[in-house]
């Protein structure tokens, strides 16, 4: 016997997991951070869609602060993990948020590239743009170019090596 769903009322949200997608190389190279937010952007898919009646995949309107909410976090982080999804293939800005004339904020719209896409009724099959991310070849970002930080990053340490010489180093710092 199958569950009663005409009296059920579900309130809570669920986002399909899809094990071959964990096991691209491009979601391996993601960090955790974009990893949920790209759960969060699975789910806005969804529940929008539902309750739009229609898939509204390349309208998902998102923005980093939003997002940042939504995740508990600073909103440079969001902006970080939507320019590496973008860069990894996982999500495309299809329509880049603005100030409006007046003052009414309009977020960036979303595509997500691993499912399928609605458009004039007709659907599109999703582009898998992730399974031909290679590692030194990221896609190119769109949105919030400016979050992702330039040099070395915070655990690296050759912004501590001398620069003329190229064997070990030791830094001796200044009293």
Same mark, same amino acid.
């Given at each position: 016997?199958?569950?009663? @769903?005409?009296?059920?009322?579900?309130?809570? $949200?669920?986002?399909?997991?899809?094990?071959?997608?964990?096991?691209?190389?491009?979601?391996?190279?993601?960090?955790?951070?974009?990893?949920?937010?790209?759960?969060?952007?699975?789910?806005? *898919?969804?529940?929008?869609?539902?309750?739009?009646?229609?898939?509204?995949?390349?309208?998902?309107?998102?923005?980093?602060?939003?997002?940042?909410?939504? =995740? +508990? *976090?600073?909103?440079? @982080?969001?902006?970080?993990? =939507?320019?590496?999804? $973008?860069?990894?293939?996982?999500?495309? *800005?299809?329509?880049? &948020?603005?100030? +409006?004339?007046? &003052? $009414?904020?309009?977020?960036?719209?979303? !595509?997500?590239?691993?499912?399928?896409?609605?458009?004039?009724?007709? %659907?599109?099959?999703? @582009? /898998?743009?992730?399974? /031909?991310?290679?590692? +030194?070849?990221? /896609?190119?970002?769109?949105? /919030?170019?400016? %979050? $992702?930080? %330039? &040099?070395?990053?915070? +655990?690296?340490?050759? !912004?501590?090596?001398?620069?003329?010489?190229? &064997?070990?180093?030791?830094?001796?710092?200044?009293?």
């Amino acid at each position: 016997m199958g569950r009663d @769903t005409k009296n059920e009322t579900r309130e809570t $949200q669920f986002a399909k997991w899809v094990k071959w997608e964990t096991e691209l190389p491009a979601w391996k190279a993601l960090s955790g951070n974009a990893k949920a937010a790209y759960m969060h952007f699975k789910i806005r *898919c969804r529940t929008e869609g539902k309750r739009l009646k229609y898939n509204n995949n390349g309208k998902v309107a998102l923005s980093s602060r939003t997002l940042a909410a939504e =995740m +508990g *976090c600073n909103p440079r @982080t969001a902006m970080t993990a =939507m320019a590496a999804l $973008q860069a990894k293939g996982w999500i495309v *800005c299809m329509k880049r &948020g603005h100030l +409006g004339v007046h &003052g $009414q904020a309009a977020a960036p719209e979303w !595509r997500l590239t691993m499912l399928a896409t609605e458009t004039n009724g007709k %659907s599109r099959l999703p @582009t /898998y743009e992730p399974k /031909y991310w290679e590692h +030194g070849h990221d /896609y190119p970002i769109r949105e /919030y170019k400016s %979050s $992702q930080k %330039s &040099g070395p990053s915070r +655990g690296d340490a050759s !912004r501590f090596r001398a620069k003329d010489n190229h &064997g070990p180093t030791i830094v001796r710092l200044k009293r």
